[in-house]
C-alpha cells in the first residue's frame, strides 16, 4: 500500500454528512451517529468507525466508502447494527489496520458477513464469527459489483454497479459522480434535463452513448443531490 502522503486523495475531508447520506441512502442523523458516536437514556453508543475526528464535520472518500459498505449490511443486507460492528470491530482486531470495510471486500452470504479473499485456494472467513473459518456452501469467488481496488484498497465506487459507467472517482472533480473516462458530472447533464434540453440532444452534445443519460438522470433523481 502506498505510503499517507500518496494516499492522501482517498484521506482527504471532501464530503460534507448531507452529500454522504444522499450518496449512501441513509440520514444525516445515521451519519452522524456512525462517526460521531450518540447518547441515548442507557447511555453513551460509540461511533461504528473508530477513525474519524470528533470534531470533523466532513468526511473522506474512504469514509464514505465504509458508510456504504455499512449501510447495504444493514438495508439491503437485512443485518443488524451490533452484527455489522461486530464485523468491524473484528476487521480491525484481525487485520490490524484503519478502513477495514473499504481495505478489504465484504459481502453478506448465507447469514454472515464474508472476507472475500483472492488467493488462490483461499477460502472465505465470516467476520462477524471469526472463529468460522470455513463456509461449506461458498465455493466460488465473489467479485465486487461496486467497489474497485487499488492497493487492496478501495479506489473507486460505481454507485450503480460498474456496467454503468457513473463514477465516484476522489481524483476526479472532487469527488463528485461523474461520466467515467468523460470528466462530465452527473450533475451537469441533470442540470441540461432541467433546462429542458432534449435527452437525445444532451448524448449528442456530450458525445455519450444512447442512453446513458437516462442511466445519469435516474441516478441524479434516487440520490437528490
Not at 29 to 47: A, C, F, I, M, Q
Not at 98 to 107: G, M, N, T, V, W
Not at 169 to 182: F, H, K, T
Not at 196 to 214: N, P, R
Amino acid at each position: 500500500m502506498p505510503n499517507n502522503g500518496q494516499n492522501s486523495w482517498r484521506t482527504q475531508k471532501m464530503y460534507s454528512f448531507s452529500e454522504v447520506a444522499h450518496l449512501a441512502h441513509v440520514s444525516a442523523s445515521t451519519v452522524r451517529n456512525w462517526l460521531l458516536g450518540y447518547s441515548t437514556e442507557k447511555g453513551r453508543v460509540e461511533p461504528l468507525f473508530q477513525s474519524h475526528d470528533a470534531d470533523e464535520k466532513v468526511c473522506s472518500f474512504l469514509e464514505l466508502i465504509e458508510i456504504v459498505v455499512a449501510a447495504n449490511f444493514r438495508k439491503a443486507e437485512h443485518k443488524s447494527f451490533k452484527l455489522v460492528r461486530l464485523a468491524y470491530d473484528n476487521a480491525r482486531k484481525i487485520y490490524k489496520f484503519d478502513y477495514p470495510f473499504a481495505r478489504i471486500e465484504l459481502k453478506a452470504i448465507g447469514g454472515h458477513i464474508v472476507h472475500i479473499m483472492r488467493e488462490p485456494g483461499a477460502i472465505l472467513q465470516a467476520i462477524d464469527q471469526p472463529e468460522q473459518y470455513t463456509l461449506p456452501d461458498l465455493v466460488q469467488q465473489i467479485i465486487s459489483e461496486q467497489i474497485e481496488y487499488e492497493y487492496e484498497l478501495a479506489s473507486k465506487w460505481y454507485p450503480v454497479g460498474k456496467k454503468t459507467p457513473i463514477v465516484v472517482n476522489p481524483r476526479i472533480s472532487a469527488g463528485v459522480p461523474i461520466i467515467e473516462g468523460r470528466g462530465i458530472t452527473v450533475e451537469a447533464i441533470y442540470k441540461r434535463f432541467k433546462a429542458d434540453q432534449d435527452i437525445s440532444f444532451i448524448e449528442k452534445d456530450f458525445d455519450l452513448k444512447h442512453g446513458i443519460v437516462e442511466k445519469v438522470i435516474r441516478y441524479r433523481e434516487k440520490v437528490g443531490i
